[in-house]
């Protein structure tokens, strides 16, 4: 089970750069999700990292080994194309014994591994037919069980549920993390889905525009997005931006919403007076007990399954997103007021669009005291 | 189409049987005259009431012409062999060079692709006569006039091209990630190529070689000026019923019913395939 480490990686396509300066590692076994929105050259890389496009610049390098000059059979990848790729010539058990007939394996054991592996994913009842034949969610886990036929140690996963619908997506985003942890192959697994991306990698690397701009767990990218792109696209309802200018006096730092004071943690001390975003997670607000809160008007409530949404104007016309538990109890109409849970709050500077991390020695945090 | 009206349906089916009779007829026609002596054919005005006859057939077959002023000796069947080694060696030929060629061309972009491809195109347009003088002569000097291998060798002009742009329309249709995936999967470019491309490309392929057969059989140019008389194809052959004693009516349309046969069943046969064919490489699905 090979690391795969990816250094410096540029592609061009005429005189677009696709892919800028891109540099990541996959731990051995580990699961990378490359998460970003479409254009981003998620696809590219992964053509790179399999042999089908070639970058201009850069090193992939395999369990150590480098892979430039080595023609994609001899890459020793499974992977799984966002739009299948099946091949519709052939039957679904052939298209899944097409890695193990290229080993040259004995008849019966290719017989076996192709039962093996369509067990395990749910299509061993229709082995016999041809890709058109085959429903959405049947093809997307043939092509699934093509890539992981031959237990190869790394595996390239395309957005493979993009294709299929909302039903068969949640059950495999259940199913998914155990089946790659039992293949035990190093994955790297592409999606635009932000909840997939938290629910399948051990990391995540948010690519953007051809260059990586944030790579860490998904504790990191959710809860200190390195800037405000990333922070809007992570997370559901999105996250409420406000601009506000940072205060400072003798109790900390804090910026005012609707007249309000909403403490900030004290290392942000160097951001007073610049201009700035104010990012507000939905859930990290709630509705106050008490009268002290920032004061708004709810506009509309939208109840989902599992929370409930409600959307709310201050004083000054900002709307503001807020999520709450379902069945939690709380005002649904009419003026109120709302409390922000201060620790949750992010910063980000308006000019460069990038988080203001608080500096860790200085200052008194407020929010903590 | 359910919910056609009578009228509609009538209308369809009257034009339908007036363009079906235009182009069947002259077919219809030479079929009535390969049965017929050239006395009756030349009657005035022309009658359908006639004693059919096999005489033509026969006289081809066996070779021997005979009028009514002398006997002279043909050598159609000749011809008809010739047309066939001339278009099935001159298809195989194009489809070994055409096909990996159209390959190439639809997969890889190199600098001058295009133009390569255009100019093998251009040869379609271009008159052949055009091509023909020069030709002749250096083939005269090269020593491949009349021979087999030089009249493949300038089909070729008809063929290669045809099957390469119909071919490369095919390849460009089947989307890279079938071979990239099969090649991530461990086969090698050759064997991508074998068990991927051509396959799915084994229509449009069977297609463009059909074409180019039919093509290959209909030339009349390049035989006529290239070969002498022991190795031209049926369309040079026919020549043959031009004779100082007359021309043999019936013997030419005899000819023709041959001629056009093995095509015409081909075609037939094939028409299907040849149809979903050619829509399926225009149309980008």
Redesign the interface.
Same mark, same amino acid.
């Not at chain 1, 023609?71 to 890459?75: A, F, G, M």
């Given at each position: 089970m090979p690391e795969l480490r990816i250094e410096n990686l540029t592609k061009r396509f005429k005189s677009e750069t696709v892919l800028d300066d891109v540099g990541f590692t996959v731990e051995e076994g580990r699961t990378l999700v490359l998460f970003g929105p479409s254009g981003s050259g998620k696809t590219v890389l992964l053509?790179c990292i399999?042999?089908?496009e070639e970058p201009e610049d850069g090193h992939i390098l395999i369990g150590g080994h480098e892979m430039r000059e080595v023609?994609?059979?001899?890459?020793g990848?499974?992977?799984a /194309?966002q739009?299948f790729?099946l /091949?519709?010539?052939m039957t679904a058990f052939d298209n899944i014994a097409?890695?193990l007939a290229?080993?040259k394996l004995p008849r019966d054991r290719i017989r076996e591994d192709v039962e093996r592996v369509a067990k395990l994913l749910k299509i061993d009842h229709v082995l016999s037919h041809a890709p058109r034949a085959l429903s959405n969610g049947q093809k997307q886990r043939t092509a699934l069980a093509?890539a992981l036929a031959?237990a190869p140690s790394l595996l390239l996963l395309d957005d493979p549920l993009r294709n299929v619908d909302a039903k068969l997506r949640f059950e495999m985003r259940l199913e998914l993390p155990r089946l790659l942890a039992d293949q035990g192959a190093t994955v790297i697994y592409v999606t635009q889905d932000y909840k997939e991306a938290m629910a399948l990698g051990d990391r995540i690397a948010v690519l953007s525009a051809g260059q990586i701009t944030q790579a860490g767990t998904p504790e990191d990218i959710y809860r200190r997005p390195a800037s405000i792109e990333i922070a809007r696209l992570f997370g559901d309802p999105t996250i409420n931006l406000l601009d506000v200018v940072p205060e400072k006096d003798g109790g900390g730092v804090f910026v005012r919403l609707s007249g309000q004071r909403v403490p900030l943690d004290g290392g942000l001390e160097a951001a007073v007076g610049k201009d700035c975003v104010l990012g507000l997670r939905p859930e990290s607000l709630r509705f106050a007990e008490s009268q002290d809160g920032i004061p708004v008007t709810i506009e509309a409530e939208t109840p989902f399954n599992e929370k409930t949404v409600t959307l709310v104007v201050t004083e000054r016309g900002r709307e503001i997103l807020i999520s709450r538990p379902a069945g939690t109890e709380a005002p649904s109409e009419g003026k109120t007021s709302i409390e922000v849970e201060s620790s949750e709050a992010l910063l980000f500077d308006r000019a460069t669009q990038s988080r203001i991390v608080p500096d860790q020695g200085g200052g008194t945090s407020e929010a903590a005291a | 189409m359910d919910h056609m009206s009578l009228t509609e349906k009538w209308l369809r089916g009257i034009a339908l049987t007036l363009v079906v009779l235009f182009f069947m007829f002259p077919i219809f026609w030479i079929v009535l005259m390969s049965l017929q002596t050239n006395e009756t054919i030349l009657r005035s005005p022309p009658s359908m009431v006639f004693e059919p006859t096999l005489k033509n057939y026969v006289a081809i077959i066996t070779g021997k012409l005979d009028s009514h002023v002398a006997s002279m000796d043909i050598a159609f069947m000749r011809n008809l062999w010739n047309s066939i080694l001339l278009s099935v060696c001159s298809v195989a030929v194009a489809l070994l060079l055409g096909v990996p060629a159209a390959y190439a061309f639809a997969r890889h972009k190199f600098r001058g692709s295009e133009d390569i491809a255009f100019t093998l195109l251009s040869f379609r347009f271009a008159p052949p006569l055009l091509v023909l003088l020069p030709l002749t002569i250096y083939f005269q000097d090269i020593g491949l006039a009349n021979t087999y291998f030089g009249l493949i060798w300038v089909y070729q002009l008809i063929c290669l091209p045809l099957i390469l742009w119909i071919v490369r329309g095919y390849f460009e249709d089947i989307s890279p990630d079938l071979e990239n995936a099969y090649r991530i999967a461990g086969h090698s470019w050759l064997s991508t190529f074998r068990r991927i491309a051509l396959p799915l490309a084994g229509p449009g392929i069977a297609a463009a070689g059909l074409l180019a057969f039919i093509f290959a059989w209909n030339n009349f140019i390049f035989a006529l000026v290239l070969a002498s008389a022991d190795k031209q194809p049926v369309t040079v052959g026919a020549l043959a019923f031009v004779t100082a004693s007359g021309i043999q009516y019936g013997q030419i349309a005899a000819a023709v019913v041959l001629s056009i046969a093995p095509t015409l069943a081909l075609a037939l046969y094939a028409q299907r395939y040849l149809v979903e064919g050619l829509s399926l490489g225009a149309v980008k699905g």
């Open positions: 053509r399999a042999g089908a023609p994609p059979e001899h890459r990848i499974g992977m /194309f739009n790729a /091949f519709p010539h097409s890695p290229a080993r093509r031959a | -």
